[in-house]
């Protein structure tokens, strides 16, 4: 997504400010369904987030 934008939905679960998937809450994206496309970026993302948090076994 390009530019967030803020809902107005007025839901009682409403995520308030939307930027797209990759700033969800890892414990919310099963909630919701993305395309092939959205989910090879997410599961991208979180090989990149495991190579640079990778623990130091020295």
């Known amino acids: 997504m ?3 934008f ?3 939905c007025s ?4 995520l308030g400010e939307i930027k ?3 700033y ?3 414990n919310l994206l099963p909630r919701y369904k993305f ?5 090879e970026k997410l599961h ?3 090989s990149e987030q495991r190579l640079v948090h990778k623990p ?3």
Do not use: F, K
């Open 20 to 22: 797209g998937a990759m």
């Open 11 to 14: 839901s009682a679960n409403c």
């Open 56 to 58: 130091d076994t020295n």
């Open 2 to 4: 390009e530019q967030g």
């Open 35 to 39: 395309t092939p496309h959205i989910m």
């Open 24 to 26: 969800l809450n890892r």
């Open 44 to 46: 991208e993302q979180v």
């Open 6 to 8: 803020n809902c107005g």
